[in-house]
């Protein structure tokens, strides 16, 4: 069964740093994986989704990679704001046939101005 | 406006008095799904349906029932509330093509 993990559970840095997000799974047979954002007591935004087939994607100061071999991704964000605060959170799709998306915890990120 | 919209937003109920989250679509997706989240145990899927009239158990699909009888709605029904259903419920929609999930704004759902 596949796993997802993120680390760290909570993140906080002043403005204007540069910030690395990590995702971890299991079972590398995955179809994709998509990078959420999520505000207190709402939904859930899509920032950012890598097919299997490829490496990264990047929108504006987000980027990130899939290296499916080692089962890791990354989240990076440049020049945080405060309005980046939020908890981010991974998904990945995996197993042939199968519907499954599977959600890590997800990482608290803190921007202090 | 491409969106996934949930109906109730809030609702509080008691135990047994059934109930039924509405959960609708409107940009044409063939996959919806239904999912809880709950504080330290993240996302977890309660049902999908890959298609109208075709539906499938996820990871915790105990004291809940769907139907998909209509391409753009996929309702979750409750029959029998009990206080550990209480939880932040989300319906989500994909395309075939990208996989790429939308969510609704969540339904925050307490039962007494």
């Known amino acids: 069964k596949q796993e997802v993990t993120q680390i760290p559970a909570a993140l906080s840095v002043p403005e204007g740093e540069n910030l690395v997000l990590n995702c971890s799974f299991t079972d590398s047979a995955i179809y994709n994986l998509q990078w959420f954002r999520q505000d207190p007591g709402k939904g859930l935004t899509s920032l950012l989704l890598?097919?299997?087939?490829?490496r990264e994607q990047t929108s504006g100061r987000l980027n990130a990679s899939l290296d499916k071999s080692s089962g890791r991704s990354t989240l990076y964000i440049a020049a945080s704001q405060p309005g980046d605060s939020a908890t981010y959170l991974c998904?990945?799709?995996?197993?042939?046939?199968?519907?499954?998306?599977?959600f890590g915890k997800g990482t608290k990120l803190s921007v202090i101005p | 406006e491409a969106q996934v919209t949930q109906n109730p937003r809030y609702l509080i109920t008691v135990t047994g008095k059934k109930l039924t989250v509405t959960c609708s679509q409107n940009?044409?997706?063939?996959?919806m799904s239904w999912y809880r989240q709950d504080p330290g145990l993240g996302l977890r899927q309660i049902y999908y349906?890959?298609?109208?009239?075709?539906?499938d158990k996820g990871d915790v699909p105990e004291g809940y029932k769907v139907s998909r009888k209509e391409k753009r709605n996929f309702p979750l029904i409750l029959e029998s509330p009990s206080p550990n259903q209480t939880s932040l419920y989300f319906c989500a929609s994909r395309t075939g093509a990208s996989n790429e999930q939308f969510f609704g704004p969540g339904t925050r759902l307490t039962v007494l």
């Open positions: 998904a990945v799709y995996s197993g042939a046939g199968s519907y499954q998306l599977t």
């Open positions: 890598i097919q299997s087939s490829q």
């Open positions: 940009m044409n997706h063939e996959y």
């Open positions: 349906s890959m298609n109208v009239e075709v539906t």
